[in-house]
């Protein structure tokens, strides 16, 4: 053997041993023992080189993604021998239904291996942490991780809550238009029977919040609220009636 990387640790009569440093792949072969006796004694070994798998990247992702989108992320890794193992989570929990592809790198000793995710962008998962997992032999069970922060944005969804289930006349309701949208809807807008609110004076909006007070029978109908942003619009409605 002829390399500066291999030093001689112990020579004896019974024994000899060398040490090999910075192991690249074409350490890997057959290393033979020969003991000049006569005859000659040897003893051989066989050495495999694992190669080590890069720090994976997930590529394919444009923020922020619309509802409805299909994404297509891809993981990617390359120079693991054997090939590694690629496993996909969001928010901790394992997704199954992947494709995987192995490749041979240029060396023709190691493997690029990759991995896509394919799946309908959903208002649930915004915030969710998608992660792309390497495994391989030669991590020593500590995987290499890739992560990425999902950004999906969606129409507002709309609800109205009532502060009197049972409203009389003479007493006052709050009715609260609660939307949620990314991006945040703009201000909401309360119209009555399909027109503006009748009684500006008693029918007071703040914000999100519609207040009738004094009420009496021709408040009677249906209030709708409305929010919209710039992916689209939603309302809903609410039908009052005064006892």
Same mark, same amino acid.
């Given at each position: 053997?002829?390399?500066?990387? !291999?030093?001689?640790?112990?020579?004896?009569?019974?024994?000899?041993?060398i040490?090999?440093?910075?192991? *690249?792949? &074409?350490d890997?072969?057959?290393?033979?023992? &020969?003991?000049?006796?006569?005859?000659?004694?040897?003893?051989?070994?066989?050495? =495999?080189?694992?190669?080590? $798998?890069?720090?994976?990247? !997930?590529?394919?992702?444009? *923020?922020?993604?619309?509802? @409805?989108? #299909?994404?297509?992320?891809?993981?990617?890794?390359?120079?693991?021998?054997?090939?590694?193992? !690629? #496993?996909?989570?969001?928010?901790?929990?394992?997704?199954?239904?992947?494709?995987?592809?192995?490749e041979?790198?240029?060396?023709?000793?190691?493997?690029?291996?990759? &991995? =896509?995710?394919?799946?309908?962008?959903?208002?649930?998962?915004? @915030?969710?942490?998608?992660?792309?997992?390497?495994?391989?032999?030669?991590?020593?069970?500590? $995987?290499? !991780?890739?992560?990425? /922060?999902?950004?999906?944005?969606?129409?507002?969804?709309?609800?109205?809550? &009532?502060?009197?289930?049972?409203?009389?006349?003479?007493?006052?309701?709050?009715? =609260?238009?609660?939307?949620?949208?990314k991006? /945040? $809807?703009?201000?909401?807008?309360?119209?009555?029977?399909?027109?503006?609110?009748?009684?500006?004076?008693?029918?007071?909006?703040?914000?999100?919040?519609?207040?009738?007070?004094?009420?009496?029978k021709?408040?009677?109908? =249906?209030?709708?609220?409305?929010?919209?942003?710039?992916?689209? #619009?939603n309302?809903?409605?609410?039908?009052?009636?005064?006892?």
């Amino acid at each position: 053997l002829r390399d500066n990387r !291999i030093e001689l640790v112990r020579a004896s009569w019974h024994e000899l041993s060398i040490s090999v440093s910075d192991v *690249s792949l &074409s350490d890997e072969g057959q290393y033979t023992c &020969s003991l000049f006796t006569m005859p000659v004694k040897t003893s051989k070994a066989f050495l =495999t080189v694992l190669g080590v $798998p890069e720090k994976p990247q !997930i590529t394919g992702f444009t *923020s922020p993604v619309m509802e @409805g989108e #299909r994404m297509q992320l891809t993981c990617k890794t390359s120079g693991s021998k054997p090939a590694a193992d !690629i #496993r996909w989570f969001k928010n901790d929990k394992e997704v199954k239904d992947v494709k995987y592809l192995k490749e041979e790198d240029a060396n023709r000793k190691t493997f690029t291996v990759s &991995s =896509t995710l394919d799946f309908l962008a959903d208002r649930n998962d915004d @915030g969710a942490v998608i992660s792309c997992r390497v495994d391989h032999e030669s991590l020593n069970s500590t $995987p290499q !991780i890739a992560m990425q /922060v999902l950004e999906i944005h969606y129409t507002p969804l709309v609800k109205i809550i &009532s502060s009197n289930s049972w409203p009389e006349e003479g007493q006052s309701i709050i009715l =609260t238009c609660e939307s949620k949208g990314k991006p /945040v $809807p703009e201000p909401v807008l309360w119209t009555k029977d399909g027109g503006e609110l009748p009684d500006p004076e008693r029918m007071v909006v703040n914000g999100r919040v519609l207040s009738i007070s004094f009420l009496n029978k021709t408040d009677n109908g =249906t209030y709708r609220c409305e929010a919209k942003n710039p992916i689209g #619009r939603n309302s809903t409605e609410y039908v009052l009636i005064v006892h």
